[in-house]
């Protein structure tokens, strides 16, 4: 299927349907994009993805929604975007909705209590795989290396929280670059 001739009812039809298996957070929502726009449909690069992926994190707001926006612009410019957007989390909400006039119901009964037990094993899982894509296509040097430690360290010892240490991080990215390219 070509991009332009993605008309914009199936582009909600595919993101209403990623936002009805989604479960477990913005985390999951980069294998299912790969295999969705990349393996499956062959729209959008690899490398874009996870490119989409990494700014949807750094912005505020679901990163399932900020993701679905970047791919749905690329596809279809601006009404792709908010199409793809809405699509999303056209079933998370209505789910929403219903669960919660039952949430206390729901949250004694043992049926449902396993599944969240047995959902919350597989987004552990997808989040692994998440990260070792993401650790995959980084490019990697001795900068990389060095930042990395340092933001372990700044969210596990000096326990900054991840707004700013993306800010922090963010910031001397911009300025290492800069420097790299004054070099050259």
Not at 53 to 72: C, D, K, R, V
Not at 100 to 112: D, K, P, Q
Not at 163 to 170: E, M, N
Request: net charge positive; aromatic share 12%; charged share 15%.
């Amino acid at each position: 299927m070509e991009k332009e001739n993605l008309p914009l009812y199936k582009l909600f039809l595919i993101f209403t349907k990623i936002g009805a298996i989604l479960l477990g957070g913005g985390y999951v929502i980069l294998p299912i994009m790969t295999s969705e726009f990349v393996d499956k449909r062959k729209l959008v690069s690899h490398d874009e993805v996870v490119d989409y992926f990494a700014l949807a994190q750094s912005l505020p707001g679901i990163i399932a929604a900020n993701m679905s926006m970047f791919i749905g612009y690329k596809l279809r410019g601006k009404f792709g975007a908010l199409i793809a957007m809405l699509g999303v989390t056209f079933v998370p909400f209505w789910c929403i909705v219903l669960l919660a006039s039952a949430i206390g119901s729901l949250t004694e009964n043992n049926i449902v209590q396993g599944a969240l037990w047995g959902v919350g094993g597989a987004v552990i899982a997808l989040i692994v795989l998440t990260v070792r894509e993401m650790w995959q296509k980084s490019h990697r040097d001795l900068f990389f290396y060095i930042i990395f430690v340092l933001t372990l360290i700044t969210l596990l010892v000096v326990k900054l929280s991840p707004i700013q240490t993306i800010l922090i991080f963010s910031v001397i990215g911009i300025v290492y670059k800069r420097i790299a390219e004054g070099k050259k």
